[in-house]
């Protein structure tokens, strides 16, 4: 019994983190059907690699083989060509970083402006009139308030 002719691509590595399988991008070119234009395809393929030797960037050879697992069905032949992916320090300007400060203050209302009502965040003081929060009280009071300035008014 003959085996019939294994597909073989040629791929770079692009991941190396599992046990003895590399994740390998074929990158092909395709001429578009109707407009001509060539377009670039690519593709992931799982491929085993037996040695586990293969790094990220390296430049490898993949044949098609038996399933292995769910979606590898890849092996790795050789490895044609070992490259390095550059690794990029970025230093960020130190007016860029953000310093973990305690929070500003808030800005206090200016003293020309007064206003009746206090603001409707604020729930620190208890209300004495009933209602939803931020709605006037009434000018009466509540109805078992009773203040020493109001009695000698009436």
């Given at each position: 019994m003959t085996r019939g002719k294994r597909q073989e691509m040629r791929g770079t590595v692009v991941g190396d983190r599992?046990?003895?399988t590399v994740v390998v991008q074929v990158e092909t070119l395709k001429k578009h059907a109707r407009y001509g234009k060539f377009v670039r395809r690519r593709k992931k393929y799982l491929a085993h690699d037996e040695k586990d030797e293969c790094r990220?960037?390296?430049?490898?050879?993949i044949v098609e083989t038996r399933p292995l697992s769910r979606r590898k069905r890849w092996r790795v032949v050789e490895i044609?060509?070992?490259?390095?992916?550059?690794?990029?320090?970025?230093?960020?300007?130190?007016?860029?970083?953000?310093?973990k400060t305690a929070p500003a203050p808030r800005a206090e209302r200016p003293t020309g402006e007064t206003s009746e009502q206090p603001p409707a965040s604020s729930s620190a003081e208890p209300r004495t009139a009933g209602g939803p929060p931020g709605a006037p009280e009434t000018a009466h009071g509540a109805a078992g308030d009773t203040d020493d300035s109001e009695a000698d008014k009436a």
């Open positions: 599992m046990t003895r990220t960037g390296d430049l490898v050879r044609i060509e070992r490259r390095e992916i550059p690794t990029v320090e970025i230093a960020e300007p130190e007016e860029l970083v953000m310093k």
